[in-house]
């Protein structure tokens, strides 16, 4: 059974820094590009970071650039996000999604975790 556990969510304050990590099993994702989006309550899933096979190609949404850094370890078929200058507008479910394309897109992605909760309070 494929399953991508994400943790390391939790509640911070504006300016504090998180990492999540999402652990995949049930296959390897070697090849897979890897990403992360939210969703904040009463919005649309959003794009938040992908990041390719090799880890040799990343892209991320607009309001995180800067802040936000995706990395990946393939031993450990593990992906990360690391979330820096947090602010409330962060606040959101974060899950972590896995597809063979390299893609920005929500519809894009076969593989989904169950998503852990960011909460950034001013």
């Known amino acids: 059974q494929v399953q991508l556990v994400e943790s390391g969510g939790g509640l911070v304050q504006a300016g504090d820094s998180l990492r999540l990590s999402c652990a995949a099993s049930?296959?390897?994702?070697?090849?897979?590009?890897m990403g992360w989006f939210r969703q904040a309550p009463g919005k649309e899933r959003e794009f938040v970071a992908v990041?390719?096979?090799?880890?040799?190609?990343?892209y991320y949404t607009e309001s995180v650039k800067g802040r936000f850094t995706i990395s990946r370890d393939t031993a450990k078929n593990t992906v990360y996000l690391q979330m820096n200058s947090l602010k409330p507008e962060d606040t959101a479910v974060y899950y972590c999604?896995?597809?063979?394309?390299?893609?920005?897109?929500?519809?894009?992605?076969?593989?989904w975790g169950q998503g852990t909760q960011v909460t950034v309070s001013s």
């Open positions: 999604a896995a597809d063979r394309e390299y893609s920005t897109a929500t519809s894009a992605f076969d593989y």
């Open positions: 049930g296959r390897t994702f070697s090849s897979d590009s």
């Open positions: 990041i390719n096979w090799s880890g040799g190609r990343t």
